[in-house]
């Protein structure tokens, strides 16, 4: 697997954490939740294997994110 299929995949990962919060929460909290999952969402969808910075920060920052997403601190 490349770096963008790795990417492209944590994002995927990434999204999926966002979608259990926010079936597991109500209230005010849901619409952060969904802004920043509609965010990821263009994000994978605009990531191109050309932006090797882009891909590279990616494979940098999203496992740190998914650990703060699944650990109920999404932000």
């Known amino acids: 697997m490349d770096d963008f299929e790795q ?31 509609a965010s990821l969402l263009a994000e994978r969808d605009d990531l191109t294997p050309d932006n090797q910075q882009h891909v590279a920060a990616i494979l940098r920052e999203a496992p740190i994110r998914l650990r703060k997403v699944r650990a109920g601190d999404a932000r």
């Open 7 to 37: 990417a492209y995949g944590l994002l995927n990962t990434l999204i999926a954490a966002y979608s259990a919060r926010i079936a597991t929460t109500s209230g005010n909290e849901v619409q952060p939740l969904r802004t920043e999952r």
